[in-house]
């Protein structure tokens, strides 16, 4: 009963959400990287962060309070975003590594509603 009442709390707290990502066909490392998303809410009263690392210590933060690293689309109504990963930053990535996506509210409270592996292609011509 008690675990019945909690998850109902919880729903009404942070209702399911669902997140579509659009990647490019192949990441390659040192290349810049547009990450296209799309939450099923009105994100206007929300911050958007976005961790790109690996399992070595490379990591990359990113927030929509920079529009030239997260930039919501028209304003966030519809619920759309794009991740701008700028060229050179993942040069010393691993081959697989995490993206996590977190979104923020008003009240502070926070909610991680994408975590998931990229795999970089190696291609031995882009090498410097």
């Not at 997140?19 to 040192?30: A, C, E, Q, V, W």
């Not at 109504?77 to 008003?106: A, M, P, Q, R």
């Not at 502070?108 to 882009?126: C, S």
């Amino acid at each position: 009963m008690a675990n019945l009442r909690l998850k109902k709390i919880i729903e009404r707290m942070w209702p399911n959400m669902e997140i579509d990502i659009s990647l490019p066909n192949k990441l390659f490392r040192g290349n810049n990287i547009d990450i296209g998303c799309h939450l099923d809410i009105d994100l206007t009263d929300y911050i958007i962060r976005a961790e790109l690392f690996d399992r070595f210590g490379s990591s990359i933060l990113l927030s929509s309070e920079d529009d030239e690293q997260i930039e919501l689309i028209d304003d966030g109504e519809d619920g759309n975003f794009v991740i701008h990963i700028e060229k050179g930053t993942t040069e010393l990535f691993h081959l697989i590594s995490y993206l996590e996506i977190e979104i923020e509210d008003g009240d502070g409270k926070l909610q991680t509603v994408y975590f998931a592996p990229l795999r970089f292609e190696d291609n031995i011509y882009l090498r410097a």
